[in-house]
């Protein structure tokens, strides 16, 4: 686990992030609300929530289980972890990829694998090897691309 933050662990976020807002955009709603200060602030805000909830709540607990209770090593902990947070975060999307009503379930599987597996996944990652800045930095550079894009 990093233990300090560099400035090759921010532009590791800020690049990261930038490639996940870009893989999820074409998957976004044309008719989304126009970027506003307030809705970047918004979604900065829901990406901190995650970042709290999902790693360095989940994460690290899902991790510290899987070395007490299961006796597995460090690397197979973390990845465990990472994956069951990302299937919680998968979990959680899928009430409102329900309520976009697509015409079928490939578009369906298609948006949640690019708004929340994927972006799971590397941020997971990305909090595991560099630190919960790293992995925050990049989860709002992805919700300010996608805002500023779509």
């Not at 989940?58 to 070395?67: D, I, K, Y």
């Given at each position: 686990?990093?233990?300090?933050?560099?400035?090759?662990?921010?532009?590791?976020?800020?690049?990261?992030?930038?490639?996940?807002?870009?893989?999820?955009?074409?998957?976004?709603?044309?008719?989304?609300?126009?970027?506003?200060?307030?809705?970047?602030?918004?979604?900065?805000?829901?990406?901190?929530?995650?970042?709290?909830?999902?790693?360095?709540?989940?994460?690290?607990?899902?991790?510290?289980?899987?070395?007490?209770?299961?006796?597995v090593?460090?690397?197979?902990?973390?990845?465990?972890?990472?994956?069951?947070?990302?299937?919680?975060?998968?979990?959680?999307?899928?009430?409102?990829?329900?309520?976009?009503?697509?015409?079928?379930?490939?578009?369906?599987?298609?948006?949640?694998?690019?708004?929340?597996?994927?972006p799971?996944?590397?941020?997971?990652?990305?909090?595991?090897?560099?630190?919960?800045g790293?992995?925050?930095?990049?989860?709002?550079?992805?919700?300010?691309?996608?805002?500023?894009?779509?």
């Amino acid at each position: 686990v990093h233990s300090r933050w560099t400035f090759a662990d921010g532009l590791v976020g800020v690049a990261s992030g930038l490639v996940v807002g870009l893989i999820a955009v074409p998957f976004m709603t044309p008719t989304a609300v126009p970027a506003t200060l307030g809705t970047l602030v918004t979604e900065v805000g829901q990406a901190l929530v995650d970042e709290v909830v999902l790693r360095l709540f989940l994460v690290t607990a899902l991790g510290w289980l899987l070395l007490r209770w299961h006796r597995v090593r460090v690397p197979e902990a973390a990845a465990g972890a990472v994956v069951l947070a990302a299937a919680v975060q998968t979990i959680l999307y899928w009430p409102a990829t329900v309520a976009i009503g697509f015409p079928a379930w490939t578009g369906a599987a298609a948006f949640l694998l690019a708004v929340a597996v994927l972006p799971a996944l590397v941020f997971g990652t990305l909090f595991w090897r560099r630190g919960f800045g790293t992995a925050l930095l990049a989860n709002a550079t992805a919700v300010l691309a996608i805002a500023l894009l779509i």
